[in-house]
Every structure is written in structure tokens, then in C-alpha cells.
């Protein structure tokens, strides 16, 4: 699979991931479902304003997506952004695979 066939952005996924909080959120998410921000933010060290901002990030990188349940905003983890974070990692790591196999026969020729 070419990079170019990632859907979402890899850099805003990347990002999105570089966050322990943002991560330790999107593992509750994939562990125990659809979760409101009341229930994400009741045991985190921090407010529900700061949890709000963290799940609008991974919304932007079209890892979580929010669905209207009743009065509460719940948030769902989405796999198919990972999927593509992991074919574009597997990508480079063809790409650097081939790179050592060309250096390693550079290297052997000598």
C-alpha cells in the first residue's frame, strides 16, 4: 500500500497520539465503548474543559467521533484512521528495508 492511499492526515494522527493523556483516552474509548466526557473526565486529573479540548484533538484526526446520546455527547473510538496510521508505518518501513538492503550491497561490493 502506497502512502498516498492514507485517508486521514498521518501527521494529525501522529500527533493527535503524541499525547499521553490523548492516548490513555483513546484506550478507554477502544476498551469500554462509546463513552460521554462526564464519564472519560470523573477519574482524570484534570477538568472536563481539559478533556473536551484533548477529545477535540482526537476528533480532528478522525480517530474518535461524537454521537448525540440523550442530553450527554458520547465519543466512539474509530479504527480505521489506526489501520491507516499502521499501512503508512509499514510503508516506511519498506522503504528503509529496501534503503539497508541497498546500502548493505554497496557495502558488500566494496
Request: net charge positive; hydrophobic share 45%.
Amino acid at each position: 500500500m502506497s502512502m498516498a492511499s492514507v485517508a486521514a492526515d498521518p501527521a494529525a494522527i501522529f500527533a493527535a497520539l503524541g499525547d499521553r493523556t490523548r492516548l490513555a483516552l483513546l484506550l478507554a474509548l477502544s476498551r469500554e465503548g462509546p463513552r460521554s466526557i462526564a464519564s472519560l473526565s470523573a477519574h482524570a486529573r484534570m477538568t472536563r474543559q481539559a478533556v473536551t479540548k484533548h477529545l477535540r484533538v482526537l476528533e480532528r484526526a478522525q480517530l474518535v467521533r461524537s454521537e448525540r446520546a440523550g442530553r450527554e455527547r458520547c465519543f466512539v473510538c474509530r479504527t480505521e484512521p489506526l489501520g491507516a496510521a499502521r499501512d503508512y508505518l509499514d510503508a516506511v518501513s519498506v522503504q528503509w528495508d529496501d534503503a539497508l538492503a541497498r546500502l548493505a550491497g554497496h557495502v558488500e561490493e566494496e
